[in-house]
Structure formats: structure tokens, C-alpha cells
């Protein structure tokens, strides 16, 4: 009840704000809409807690300690970011970079784009996740041109085929899913559902789910950011509205790499072998060192943390494919906390770059001066995001770490490697910016910092002190990913 | 119809599948394309339809309908009216060396072949021959937006590898399930409105929807 209750509103509130979103109070109304989801997912989470994973709708949803942990985050960051962009898209508007018909379009696109990853997550059957991941790309493709620039549309287009590309794979890998499932679990829809799956993993035909995942890996991948297939990321990052990179960043990703997660568990419960797992981890080992030399040479603020965010899903990748209790936790931890960060980031980002009229880093300067909250948002998201302690990305990664020591010692140097360089350069970059004089032509905004205020503070309990609870939560979703 | 009779008449819809995605490959006047994508989705329907018939699975009637309704009507006018409004229905592409696409082409169909073995091998079913050629039609419509410059013909590869997907669910399963088929022809009309809207955003600002001149985002030093 409280599942579908969580869906209809986003759906309801994508509608109602299509006409009315560029009400005055419109804004109000998307984050009282986004503030319900957030309260509706809690009660679904509290749920799970107390009585386990269960299945609802027919079958047709599907809740465990893992996806409703990504749900409330989702509903989590969607909310605060809807809080951020009332003030962003106001300054935006009235800097007439948006009009009234585009408002509307924003407001209704982003509630339509929380509605898909939402449904992604709760879904039990792999045909209607990759449907809602398709959902969730075309509902992002046209806010990401949302400013019409030439810039802009050419990013938009660029995602657009690359994911459209993308995502076909995957369709013809779970097309195959589908062919090895039916000769255990019969035709019909029935087939496709993760929780009869799970179960028959070990009869399913191994050679069938090898190659189903390696299209799956590509296909999903893509969406994940993952080096290859990432070129999409940075153009479209760096070219839409913040609060559209914000949730790009902080979630998309996620949900991408959940899909991810769950079909290579059944891939390696089919092969008995560690296949799947040894894939994920190349492409994230591979997507760290390729996006952390690429940090060294961004010119552009939001391409720079685009980047960052290729950097630490390539970790939370290899993290999984490593799988094991410890890194399985690092994981999910990791994914937590660096969509926390990684928005908080894109919050102080996006003010950064309103108050200097530019994203070319050379010309962002004194932010400490100019307005103390935005700066240090972003030296501490920053100092967070390169895996310093007391943050919870540094718990996360500790905990990485040292179960590749254990698992995989010979990885730990490529791994600490990639982490080295990503730490000096997002701090040779975002140090001229926070510290020194107020540049002329700096402008005073004001700043929505409650967003970044929750989102750091939660980064920082979660570094300091993981609750019993949610410890206890990620243990049984390990439990679940065995 | 025999049984031995339908598994004929799929393979041969299926080699003209193929060959209509070869067409649509090294095709450079814009309208041709859109008649050759048409005709694929025709074929497409058709062998479905003839699935169904001899197999008795009653929803592929319905899929086979979503295929043609979508691909061979509604598509293709949706397109028609748009390179119409845009001006662009005699416009020529200019291609780099369409012997070596065709070149990488055949291999990309014996890579399907190659690819799809042990699955024929398991299968049972009387399509199972056609599933490396629905890869093999993906895989071309994959290389099409690679190679193509032009943004229309870059959505007809889309569209192309879009009929290859259905073609396999086809023919390693006899359709995916009713809701994911439905749910898949939804994606596609929105990502058609979508890429409606794109043509004349691209064509606004760009004056041409040569995607070529969209190379702006590159990494700089």
C-alpha cells in the first residue's frame, strides 16, 4: 500500500506540475510532493526492517533490505534537491535563462525522472527495470538541453544515442535472461521475476548467462558511467541545470549500477564461477584510473566533479565485483555516501557558479569571501569526496581497501594509485577557488545552504559513527547478495 | 502450414530482414532510408504474425500489430512530416567508404552467428536459426549510428536496432512477456517525440542536422 501510494505521487506531482510549474508556489509544491515520497519511503523502509523483504502488487514489486535502502536515499537527495533548485531555478529565471514553458517542463521532467528510478528500483521484473531505466534517460535527455545553448544540445544529444545505444544492449541481454529462465521457470511473465530467479539461479544454463552478461555489463554500464562507454557523462553533467546534474550524479548512477548488481548475482550463482564479478571489477578498476588522470586536466567545474563521479562509481563497482561480506558493505556504504557528497557538491557548485556567471574554473575565485556557506560546502564536500577522514567516503573506502588487501592484494596498488590521484587533483583545482580575494566580477547570490548543511552533516555521522541500524540493514542485504 | 513450411518462410523473412539492414547501411538520400525502415518493420510483423499462427502464442498477434501499427505506419509518418517541415527530403549524405562499412558489416553477421551458437544448440524452438540474424541486425543498426553523420540517419539506425531487439525476443522466445513488450513500445514513442523535438533544436542552432559540426565538448588542454 505504501508502495504504490510512493508511486502515485511522483507520477501525480509530474502531472500536476506540468501545468502549474511555473506557479509561484510551484516550487513549494514539488518539494512538499518530494518531502511525502521521502515520508511514504521511510514507512516502506521501516517495514522491511521489521519484517524482511516481501513482495506486493501481485508479484509485481519487490522490497528487500537492499533496494529500499537505495529508495530512501533516492527520495532523500530528490527532496533536497528539490529544496536547492527552488532557489537555483528562481536566480536562473530571473537571469532569463528559462522561461515560463520551460519551468513547467523542468518541474514535471524531474518528478517524472524520480517516478522512473524509483519504479526501477522497486520492480521485481528485470523487463519493466530496463523499461524504467529507459524512462529515466528520456525523461533527463531534454532537461539536459533545457538552456538551448549549441553546447548544450549537442551534450543532450550525445547522451541520448550513446545511452540509447547503451540500453539496447541490455535489452538484448535480458532477452537472453529471459531464454535461459523459461526453460526452468516456464513461459510467461513469471520468468523475468528476480524473486523466482534468485531461486533457480543455480539450475539456469551458464553458457546462456555468460553472454546475457556481458551484454548486460555493457548496456548498464554505460548508464553506470563506466570507462568505456562514459563519454556521455561529463557532456551532460556539465551542460544541464545543476539540480539535474545533482541527480544525475547522486542517483542515476546508482540506480544503473543496482540493476548491475543484481543481474551479475544471478550470473554467478548460474556459473559457480566468479565471472561477473571479475568483469565488474575490470571496468571499475579501469573507470577509476581512467577518470582520475582525467581530473588532472578539467577546465570546466561541473566536468571536474562529472569526472569524480566516474571515479566513485568505478569503485563502488569494483567494490561489489570483489563481493565478499566487507567489500559488499564498502559498497553499499560507498553508493550512500557519495551520493550524499556528491550532490551537497553539485549544491555548492551550482551557487559557485551563478555567483561568477561561468563553470570555467580559472574564473571562480574567493569563494570564502564572497559567501562563506558555498565555499565551505565545497572544500569540505571536496575534502569528503577525496576520502579524508573523519567523512563517511573515507569509511567506505577503508573498508575497500582492505578487502582487496585480503582478496585481491596484487589490485591494492592500482586502487591506492587512482585514489592518490584523484586527491591531489581535485585539490590543486578547488583550492585557488575557496581561498584567496573576491575577483570583480563576483556576484552575491543568496544561497540555499540547508541542503548542503544535511547532506554534509549525515556524510560526517556516517564517518564518525555508523547507527546500529543501519549497519545492521546493510548486513542483511549483504546477506542477500551472497 | 507445415511446420517445415513456416520455418522457411521465417528464414526468409529474416535474410530479408538482414537485407534491408544492409540497405539501410550504405543508403544516403534521407527519404530512401525511411522507405527501406518501413519495409523492414513490415517484414518484421509479418514473420511475427506467422509465429504466432503455426505456435499457437496468441499474444504475438497483438505484438506483431504493435509492429506494424508503430514501425510501418506511425514511425515512419511521424518522420515523413519531419523531414518535410525541415527541408531536408532531398538532402544527400555524404558517407566515408561505404565498401569498408559493408566490409565490417559481414563481419559483424558472422560475429552474430558465431556469438548466438550455444544458444541455438539449446533451443528448441522453430526460430531459433533467425536469433543470429536479429543480433546480426542490431549489431548493423549499432553500426549505422556510429558511422552515419546525419542526425536522421543516426535515429533510423536507432529505430533499426530496435527492430533487431523485438526480432530476437522473438526468436529465442516467442516474445518477451505482454507488459515488457508494452512497456518497451512506450519508450520507443516517447523517444520518438523526443527526437522529433531534437531535429529542430539541432536544425535551429546548427542550420543543418549534420551532427558532424557538434563536436564542441571534447576534452581540451
Not at chain 1, 564479478?277 to 582520475?292: C, D, I, P, R
Not at chain 1, 571536496?382 to 582478496?407: Q, R
Not at chain 2, 538532402?91 to 544458444?119: C, D, Q, R
Amino acid at each position: 500500500m505504501t508502495l504504490v501510494i510512493l508511486l502515485w505521487i511522483s507520477i501525480l506531482l509530474a502531472v500536476a506540475l506540468a501545468f502549474i510549474g511555473d506557479w509561484r508556489y510551484a516550487p513549494e509544491v514539488n518539494i512538499l510532493g518530494s518531502a511525502l515520497t521521502f515520508a511514504a519511503s521511510v514507512v516502506l523502509a521501516l517495514k522491511v526492517y521489521q519484517g524482511g523483504a516481501f513482495s506486493a502488487g501481485g508479484n509485481f514489486f519487490f522490497v528487500d533490505p537492499f533496494n529500499v535502502y537505495l529508495v530512501v536515499l533516492t527520495t532523500f537527495v530528490s527532496t533536497t534537491t528539490s529544496i536547492f533548485s527552488r532557489r537555483y531555478m528562481r536566480i536562473e529565471r530571473s537571469h532569463g535563462r528559462v522561461g515560463h514553458w520551460r519551468m513547467r517542463f523542468y518541474h514535471a521532467m524531474f518528478q517524472l525522472f524520480i517516478f522512473a528510478m524509483l519504479m526501477a528500483l522497486l520492480t521485481n521484473n528485470f523487463g519493466v527495470l530496463w523499461i524504467s531505466m529507459e524512462l529515466a534517460t528520456l525523461a533527463t535527455v531534454l532537461l539536459v538541453s533545457l538552456y538551448r545553448t549549441p553546447n548544450a544540445i549537442e551534450a543532450a544529444w550525445k547522451y541520448f544515442i550513446l545511452c540509447g545505444v547503451g540500453i539496447a544492449q541490455a535489452l538484448f541481454g535480458t532477452v537472453l535472461l529471459y531464454f535461459a529462465a523459461e526453460r526452468v521457470l516456464g513461459e510467461g511473465g513469471n520468468a523475468l521475476l528476480w524473486t523466482n530467479l534468485s531461486q533457480v539461479s543455480g539450475q539456469l544454463e551458464p553458457t546462456v548467462l555468460r553472454l546475457a552478461f556481458v551484454f548486460l555489463m555493457v548496456g548498464y554500464g554505460t548508464k553506470v558511467g563506466l570507462v568505456p562507454m562514459h563519454n556521455w557523462l561529463p557532456d551532460a553533467h556539465s551542460e544541464g541545470p545543476t539540480p539535474i546534474s545533482a541527480v544525475l550524479s547522486g542517483l542515476l548512477l546508482n540506480v544503473a549500477l543496482y540493476a548491475l548488481v543484481r543481474c551479475k548475482s544471478l550470473v554467478d550463482g548460474s556459473t559457480g564461477t566468479h565471472l561477473a564479478g571479475n568483469m565488474m571489477m575490470g571496468f571499475g578498476l579501469l573507470s577509476l584510473l581512467v577518470a582520475s588522470f582525467s581530473l588532472l586536466r578539467q577546465k570546466d567545474i561541473k566536468r571536474l566533479f562529472a569526472y569524480s563521479s566516474i571515479e566513485h562509481m568505478g569503485i563502488a563497482t569494483f567494490a561489489f565485483g570483489l563481493g565478499g561480506p566487507i567489500a559488499t558493505f564498502g559498497g553499499m556504504l560507498h553508493m550512500l555516501v557519495h551520493s550524499l557528497t556528491k550532490s551537497a557538491v553539485f549544491f555548492s557548485v551550482g551557487h559557485a557558479s551563478q555567483m561568477h556567471g561561468t563553470q570555467e574554473m580559472a574564473r571562480i575565485r574567493g569563494l570564502i569571501r564572497g559567501n562563506p556557506a558555498v565555499g565551505w560546502g565545497l572544500l569540505l564536500g571536496v575534502m569528503a569526496l577525496s576520502g579524508m577522514p573523519p567523512f563517511g567516503l573515507f569509511a567506505s573506502e577503508f573498508l575497500i581497501l582492505t578487502a582487496t588487501i585480503k582478496d585481491r592484494p596484487l589490485l591494492t596498488p592500482l586502487l591506492l594509485i587512482g585514489l592518490a590521484v584523484a586527491f591531489a587533483a581535485l585539490f590543486r583545482r578547488v583550492q585557488p577557488m575557496v581561498a584567496g580575494l573576491i575577483p570583480p566580477w563576483q556576484k552575491p547570490i543568496t544561497a540555499a545552504n540547508i541542503p548542503v548543511f544535511l547532506h554534509m552533516s549525515l556524510v560526517l555521522m556516517l564517518g564518525l559513527y555508523l547507527p546500529v541500524f543501519l549497519s545492521h540493514w546493510f548486513q542483511m542485504a549483504v546477506g542477500l547478495l551472497k | 502450414m507445415s511446420n517445415a513450411l513456416v520455418v522457411q518462410l521465417n528464414m526468409l523473412l529474416a535474410a530479408l530482414i538482414l537485407l534491408t539492414s544492409f540497405a539501410l547501411l550504405v543508403q544516403r538520400r534521407i527519404f530512401a532510408i525511411l522507405h527501406i525502415f518501413a519495409w523492414q518493420g513490415f517484414f518484421l510483423g509479418l514473420s511475427t504474425a506467422i509465429i504466432g499462427y503455426a505456435t499457437g502464442v496468441h499474444h504475438l498477434y497483438v505484438s506483431s500489430l504493435l509492429t506494424l501499427g508503430m514501425k510501418v505506419v506511425l514511425l515512419p509518418y511521424i518522420l515523413y512530416k519531419l523531414i518535410h517541415k525541415l527541408k531536408i527530403h532531398r538532402e544527400i549524405e555524404s558517407m566515408i567508404n561505404t565498401p569498408a562499412t559493408m566490409m565490417v558489416g559481414i563481419a559483424l553477421v558472422i560475429f552474430s552467428y558465431h556469438l548466438t551458437a550455444p544458444i541455438r544448440q539449446l533451443s528448441s524452438l522453430m526460430t531459433r536459426s533467425t536469433l543470429a540474424l536479429a543480433l546480426a541486425t542490431v549489431m548493423l543498426g549499432l553500426l549505422m549510428m556510429v558511422t552515419r553523420r546525419h542526425a536522421v540517419s543516426q535515429i533510423m539506425g536507432f529505430l533499426a536496432m530496435e527492430n533487431g531487439l523485438f526480432f530476437a525476443a522473438t526468436s529465442a522466445t516467442y516474445g518477451m512477456p505482454m507488459v515488457v513488450e508494452l512497456g518497451v513500445a512506450l519508450d520507443l514513442l516517447i523517444a520518438a517525440f523526443i527526437f522529433g523535438i531534437f531535429f529542430f533544436h539541432i536544425n535551429t542552432t546548427f542550420d543543418s542536422l549534420d551532427v558532424e559540426q557538434m563536436a564542441k565538448l571534447k576534452e581540451t588542454d
